[in-house]
């Protein structure tokens, strides 16, 4: 049986940068974002100054720029990174993960940018110039999984967007999907506000009261 053995990797965070390109070659990036996986599946993306050093950062929007200008890439992309502990001061970069579109974790460009990668894609793809994207708050963004929608029980509920929404700096995004299942996305939710601290609160609160999982790492 053909086998690929991979060494295990003494991972210590993950971050993902998203960058777009145009058909001229012009690029443009946001500032990394660092990322909270449960069993496999995105749950939390942390997007703010601060989540990790600034060495650290400039190095994998580098990496990301790079790949896709080398790939003659046009259009979002999304370059995942592990950063791992190889005992240098701030860790080093293992790329993960590419998506060439789009992605989850930079969802919340939506409602904390100027320009979301979203507006980018429609750029590149029309050819029109890319503006660089300017961040206008901290931002936290929760994926909501199918999971939201059933009660500890397996029963199913609705979960408590009215108390969610009370809260301020909430933004919920659905995705019209008619059926929730377990593992499932379903939407999200971002939480923005004039500062990191009152951003991860709310954070917090919402993810309680989503009974959602990552609320550790909030």
Request: contains cysteine.
């Amino acid at each position: 049986v053909a086998c690929v053995l991979e060494k295990m990797l003494p991972l210590t965070a993950e971050c993902s940068v998203l960058v777009a390109r145009g058909w001229d070659g012009q690029v443009v990036s946001f500032a990394p974002q660092r990322n909270v996986h449960v069993e496999g599946i995105l749950a939390v993306t942390h997007a703010y100054e601060g989540t990790m050093p600034l060495a650290l950062a400039d190095r994998a929007r580098e990496a990301a720029i790079s790949i896709a200008q080398h790939i003659d890439y046009v259009g979002v992309l999304c370059v995942e990174f592990f950063v791992v502990d190889d005992g240098s001061e701030h860790g080093g970069l293992v790329v993960n993960e590419m998506a060439p579109r789009p992605h989850n974790s930079g969802h919340y460009t939506i409602d904390a940018c100027d320009a979301s990668q979203f507006d980018l894609q429609v750029h590149a793809m029309a050819g029109l110039p890319l503006p660089q994207p300017r961040q206008h708050s901290p931002a936290i963004m929760l994926n909501l999984l199918g999971d939201v929608w059933f009660d500890a029980n397996g029963h199913p509920q609705e979960p408590a967007w009215y108390a969610v929404l009370s809260l301020p700096g909430t933004h919920l995004h659905l995705y019209g999907k008619l059926e929730a299942r377990a593992g499932r996305k379903m939407g999200h939710l971002t939480i923005t506000g004039p500062d990191v601290a009152s951003v991860k609160t709310v954070a917090r609160r919402a993810a309680e009261l989503l009974s959602l999982p990552g609320l550790d790492a909030i």
